[in-house]
Nanobody
């Protein structure tokens, strides 16, 4: 059964950077992968998404220009590079695998094949 493990979260000052990784226990070659976040008191939102071949990248307007998504299918890993972090980026970040045939953005997915356990990102001075 496919498992996803996120890492790289932590506490960072405003303007700082973090690199989140989502490592899968099996191949992700044929699946779109999305990053989502849930901030306290808010609904889950899609942050970024990348297609199975690394194309079709999408970003939420709130992170565009600051976050970059990439994938290394040889390592079964998807990375979210987060720069110029703001307090409003504070949330638990989750990666998710789309069902077969789904494409980005993740916000339109009606289901998710697998969720990771999440990693906490806190941006505070």
């Amino acid at each position: 059964q496919l498992r996803l493990v996120e890492s790289g979260g932590g506490l960072v000052q405003p303007g700082g950077s973090l690199r989140l990784s989502c490592e899968a226990s099996d191949s992700l070659d044929y699946y779109a992968i999305g990053w989502f976040r849930r901030a306290p008191g808010k609904e889950r939102e899609g942050v970024s998404c990348i297609g199975s071949r690394g194309s079709g990248k999408t970003y939420a307007s709130s992170v565009k220009g600051r976050f970059t998504i990439s994938r290394d299918n040889a390592k079964n890993t998807v990375v979210l590079q987060m720069n110029n972090l703001k307090a409003e980026d504070t949330a638990i970040y989750y990666c998710a695998v789309a069902p077969p045939g789904y494409s980005c953005p993740g916000d339109v997915w009606t289901e998710v094949a697998r969720w990771g356990q999440g990693t906490q990102v806190t941006v505070s001075s």
